[in-house]
């Protein structure tokens, strides 16, 4: 797939999803326009459906969004949700030359971080249901997206504990595991 990327070098990549699509699918309430920066869009892109498609097959939906605008729809609430994710605390907290400062309206409690980091949460949640859902959407489209390998999905191998990412540990499941237990029991 070489002359994909060499194709691609020097043209701007399109973003899969707009800051009114993000607004849209991924936002309870209205968010002042510019809050969604095109830079976070087309880095949550990157970061976060570039390794469900695979590096081929995602230049090349970049590439051409008309003739992929079916795998696009399916793409764009998963994308809005880690958007959402990646932007929160900047639609929260304005940062200049004095300082910080948590934004707040006119007749309006202030949220506590607490509620920050749980509508964080939640986000990342959603945009995480949607990633799944994502990739039942290919694997059961297989034949109609050539360009598409199933992999291994990451987040079954990593975990984040107080934001660091470390190997799962493996857990036993005695119920789901094919160890034969009764052969490890007969020999006590």
């Known amino acids: ?59 090349v939906v970049v590439a051409d969004l008309t003739t992929y605008a079916t795998l696009i729809t399916q793409i764009k609430p998963m994308l809005a949700y880690f958007v959402k994710f990646w932007v929160l605390p900047r639609i929260h907290v304005e940062t200049g030359s004095v300082g910080m400062a948590r934004i707040q309206g006119q007749n309006r409690q202030p949220a506590t971080q607490n509620d920050s980091e749980k509508l964080r949460e939640d986000a990342l949640q959603m945009a995480q249901m949607h990633g799944e859902i994502l990739r039942r959407y290919l694997e059961l489209n297989e034949s109609s997206y050539p360009l598409y390998f199933r992999g291994s999905n990451p987040q079954e191998q990593v975990e984040i504990r107080g934001g660091i990412i470390m190997k799962k540990e493996k857990w036993d499941d005695f119920y789901k595991d094919t160890d034969d237990y009764t052969m490890y029991l007969k020999n006590y």
């Open 1 to 59: 797939m070489l002359w994909i990327r060499e194709q691609g070098k020097g043209q701007k990549m399109a973003n899969l999803i707009s800051e009114a699509e993000v607004i849209e699918l991924a936002f309870e309430r209205k968010v002042e326009p510019g809050k969604i920066p095109e830079n976070v869009i087309a880095a949550a892109q990157v970061k976060h459906v570039k390794p469900i498609l695979g590096e081929d097959f995602y230049e």
